[in-house]
């Protein structure tokens, strides 16, 4: 997950990732509820550019192609996507939760 880091100075950084990833969550839930597909595209960027540096790769391409449907004014696809946000952010944070806790 992060070569040349110990367990102790990981633990907390992942503890963050998973804080931010959900705030990024609400964030786009939040955005949707009120049609701003500018935020929408924010906060999937954010996402997006977090799944990679922390190895979930379904949520970053999720991410994505969010981001890329709110840039485009396609709200019924950044709706579709967004509804299925949550299930995959879950996911990630749940396999990092896992991680941390069969590394002790």
Not at 11 to 17: A, D, E, H, K, M
Request: zero cysteines; aromatic letters at 2%; proline letters at 3%.
């Amino acid at each position: 997950m992060a070569a040349g880091l110990s367990r102790e100075s990981l633990v907390p950084i992942l503890g963050t990732f998973i804080e931010e990833s959900r705030r990024r969550v609400e964030e786009v839930r939040a955005a949707l509820a009120e049609g701003d597909l500018s935020r929408i595209e924010l906060h999937a960027h954010s996402l997006k550019s977090t799944a990679a540096t922390f190895g979930a790769p379904a949520l970053q391409a999720h991410a994505l192609a969010l981001e890329r449907a709110a840039a485009e004014a396609n709200s019924a696809a950044a709706s579709l996507l967004a509804g299925q946000l949550p299930a995959i952010a879950e996911s990630a944070m749940t396999a990092v939760e896992t991680w941390v806790a069969e590394s002790d």
